[in-house]
């Protein structure tokens, strides 16, 4: 209780540091809802910034049981709930816990003559477009992170235009037409994945979530058969790809292409 009012009492030297003031009410005596038997360690005012050095702060770990017992909205009482990964921090990602990325599967079916080419199967063979990733060199489907606030729609779109139409080297003219011209046909997309992903650069404390929408063209005339495939951002090559199981794609997107697949009854 002593270590509360002394914040209390300095709280007027802390208002300066608009990072600090924040924690005026939750630091000092005990967790709420304890029977005030879950004391907080005690930090003076000037090593609350993670940046001071601070060796002794050794504070306690505590979870309330009415989390530990599991109901819906709580995480498991572990890192990534998906398992170890045999490593710690953050990696390569930016945010801890998941880090949000779309996915666009752009299909259409593979034409010879205009008759839809068959597989082995028996079935129609389905293309889409893959990017090739300039981080790995791996094959993958034109996807990326969504941006702080951004519609997960937006991003399936913007991603597309970058990777595999390279807009950001167009002309804001050539830019605004070819959004323009897909922005419907992306508007009837179906979810075909959402939740984590066998990713690289997944640790025990950050990973990689996606939600993974196809986007189909039916149409021998449709726009997809005109469009001209152009790599660029982080996507190194652009390519039409047939759909078979003899794919081998980046993270888990060769799952994701297998189930577009299925729903569309096609080769695989
Ligand atoms: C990629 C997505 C991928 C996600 C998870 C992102 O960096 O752009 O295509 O699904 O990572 O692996």
Request: net charge negative; aromatic share 8%; hydrophobic share 35%.
């Amino acid at each position: 209780m002593i270590a509360a009012r002394n914040i209390a009492a300095s709280s007027k030297s802390l208002s300066k540091l608009s990072s600090v003031r924040m924690h005026i009410k939750c630091r000092g005596g005990f967790y709420p809802r304890t029977d005030d038997k879950v004391p907080r360690a005690e930090v003076p005012d000037d090593k609350v910034e993670w940046s001071a050095p601070f060796p002794d702060y050794t504070p306690k770990q505590y979870t309330a049981p009415h989390i530990l017992a599991g109901p819906v909205y709580a995480d498991p009482d572990i890192g990534n709930m998906h398992g170890r990964t045999g490593i710690t921090g953050r990696g390569a990602l930016g945010r801890w816990g998941p880090n949000h990325a779309a996915d666009p599967i752009v299909t259409r079916w593979k034409i010879a003559g205009n008759l839809v080419v068959k597989g082995e199967t028996g079935k129609p063979i389905l293309q889409f477009v893959c990017i090739q990733r300039r981080d790995c060199g791996d094959w993958a489907i034109p996807g990326g992170m969504v941006d702080p606030g951004e519609q997960v729609s937006a991003t399936l779109l913007r991603e597309f235009l970058e990777e595999a139409l390279n807009s950001l080297e167009m002309t804001e003219d050539d830019k605004n037409r070819t959004e323009k011209k897909l922005k419907d046909f992306f508007k009837a997309g179906e979810e075909v994945y959402r939740g984590y992903v066998d990713d690289r650069r997944n640790t025990d404390n950050a990973w990689m979530e996606t939600v993974a929408y196809n986007f189909h063209e039916n149409d021998q005339g449709g726009l997809l058969y005109s469009l001209n495939l152009h790599a660029g951002d982080d996507a190194q090559a652009v390519k039409w790809q047939d759909i078979s199981s003899q794919i081998n794609l980046y993270a888990s997107h060769r799952d994701f292409i297998q189930k577009v697949a299925e729903n569309q009854n096609a080769h695989w």
